[in-house]
């Protein structure tokens, strides 16, 4: 199964366990928001590159959907590898957003943040699966 558990946040309120599909929708979400927020800047390398940041993220989602459908374990593993892929593009495109000055790094550190704990948790499912078909 392919859910993530959430630690407690600053104010103590209970774990929430997550569904992966649920996170990446929401992390999608949030990409197209930033996406908008881009868009509204005359800085033309925004808008490109925020239309790259935009495809990588979404693409974390649907390859996680597409892993739930997957037709054998192999395939699955595969299409995981690519949502992990995806997540670490992403990344660099945030932090090529940062670095350039494209927009503040502050505002990007909770996106950024998320996108780290995307790859983790990717890899360890990926990792889970290699080893429960190994058996």
Known sequence: M???????DPSG???QVRDIGERTLAYGVRAVRLFRALQESSDRAGWVIGKQFLR????IGANVTE?????SR????????????EARESLYWLRLL???EVTAPSRLRGITRETDELVA???AITRNAKRNSAR
């Open 67 to 71: 892993a739930r459908a997957g037709e």
């Open 74 to 85: 192999k395939d699955f593993v595969h299409k995981l590898q690519i949502a992990q892929k």
């Open 98 to 100: 940062a670095e350039a």
């Open 121 to 123: 948790i990717l890899t």
């Open 56 to 59: 990588s993220a979404t693409s």
């Open 13 to 15: 309120r209970p774990r």
């Open 2 to 8: 392919l859910n993530v558990e959430r630690n407690a």
